[in-house]
Each structure stands twice: as C-alpha cells, then as structure tokens.
C-alpha cells in the first residue's frame, strides 16, 4: 500500500498507518479493499484515488440496479 509513498499517521494516536483490508458496505452490498489504517484505534485513511475511483464505481453500479 503506496498511499503516494507517505507514512500517514493516525491523528488521534499518533502511529503510523499500516496497509490492511477492510470491508466496506453499500446498499446492502460489501467489497473489500486493502486500505491504511490505524494499528491502535483501527481509523481508516481513504485516498482521494479509491473514494474517486473504485468507490465512485462501485456505487454508481449498485445505484443502477
């Protein structure tokens, strides 16, 4: 997970974010998508490329259903 080659830190704890997978859901429907995420309070950072991207995509096929 390249996140544009930062090392983000978690805000409220103050570590750095580590690549896992984490599920999302919409509309009653779930993928996953390895993210960066706090290791302590287990926040999510979303980069403006996947909300934009596969997200976006995502929730325009399951808005057409």
Known sequence: M??????????KCDLTLTGKKASFSYLGH????????????GKV????????GKMAEVELQLEDK
């Open 30 to 41: 779930t993928f996953s998508h390895e993210v960066l995420r706090c290791p302590k309070c």
């Open 45 to 52: 950072f979303i980069p403006k490329e996947l909300a934009e």
């Open 2 to 11: 390249d996140a544009n080659d930062r090392a983000w830190k978690c805000g």
